[in-house]
Nanobody, 126 residues
Framework: VQLQASGGGLVQAGGSLRLSCAAS????????VSWFRQAPGKEREGVSCISKTRIHYGTKYGDSVQGRFTISKDHAKHTVYLQMNSLQPEDTAVYYC??????????????????WGKGTLVTVSS
């Protein structure tokens, strides 16, 4: 099983990035997937998650990204996306994706994960 996060980079404040979490050896039908981030000197923070169902899935967002970030997925591509708009310097962090095997079909939470990706760095300049 491998989760590969990508799409990070340097962007100016107000800009956008789309992160991807590609899952190999893992059936997204069985796992909720979350994005977390960790900025230097700060604790890890739950950013967004998406439940395991293919349709009528549930999502959740952290307070600091609500309305700016959108999580989505493509089961056929085994990939979960995080569209990040209106980025601010405080969004600068390493972003990780995590997969949590769950019986819950329509809900997700920031429970961590059974599997984690290595992270991708997002830097937002002011």
């Amino acid at each position: 099983v491998q989760l590969q996060a990508s799409g990070g980079g340097l962007v100016q404040a107000g800009g956008s990035l789309r992160l991807s979490c590609a899952a190999s050896g893992l059936n997204l039908d069985l796992y909720a997937v979350s994005w977390f981030r960790q900025a230097p000197g700060k604790e890890r923070e739950g950013v967004s998650c998406i439940s395991k169902t293919r349709i009528h899935y549930g999502t959740k967002y952290g307070d600091s990204v609500q309305g700016r970030f959108t999580i989505s997925k493509d089961h056929a591509k085994h990939t979960v996306y995080l569209q990040m708009n209106s980025l601010q310097p405080e969004d600068t962090a390493v972003y990780y994706c995590a997969a949590d095997r769950t019986l819950n079909s329509r809900y997700c939470d920031f429970n961590g994960g059974d599997y984690w990706g290595k992270g991708t760095l997002v830097t937002v300049s002011s």
